[in-house]
Nanobody, 129 residues
Framework: QVQLVESGGGSVQAGGSLTLSCVTP????????MAWFRQAPGMEREGVAS????????NYADSVKGRVLISYDRVANTLYLQMINLKPEDTAMYYC??????????????????????WGQGTQVTVSS
């Protein structure tokens, strides 16, 4: 069974930065589609950023464009989400997700939770004003 383990969440003030990490213990390679989602209390889980690892194709939600960067280290088999200029509305549980399909290879792709088979347990990000 594929496991994804997130880390790096925390509490920061508005304008601060965080970098989230996601590892896949025991899994030898990156999945083709990897993404970060977030879910605030009472809200739907929404896609934040995705990457199609065979071609390094990235896509971002409009709400975070210019403030986040999704990247991966193939050697370390780790996915990252670098976030800067954080806002209170970024407060949410952040989830790493993966799939072996290629839907995320499309331009202007919007990640949907139903399109990802594997999920982590989440890491909390809290941004105070």
């Amino acid at each position: 069974q594929v496991q994804l383990v997130e880390s790096g969440g925390g509490s920061v003030q508005a304008g601060g930065s965080l970098t989230l990490s996601c590892v896949t213990p025991g899994y030898r390679y990156l999945h083709s589609c990897m993404a970060w989602f977030r879910q605030a209390p009472g809200m739907e889980r929404e896609g934040v950023a995705s990457v199609y690892t065979p071609a390094s194709t990235t896509n971002y939600a409009d709400s975070v464009k210019g403030r986040v960067l999704i990247s991966y280290d193939r050697v370390a088999n780790t996915l990252y989400l670098q976030m800067i200029n954080l806002k209170p509305e970024d407060t949410a549980m952040y989830y790493c997700a993966a799939d072996d399909g290629d839907l995320c290879s499309r331009g202007n792709y919007v990640a949907r939770k139903t399109e990802f088979a594997y999920w982590g347990q989440g890491t909390q990000v809290t941004v105070s004003s």
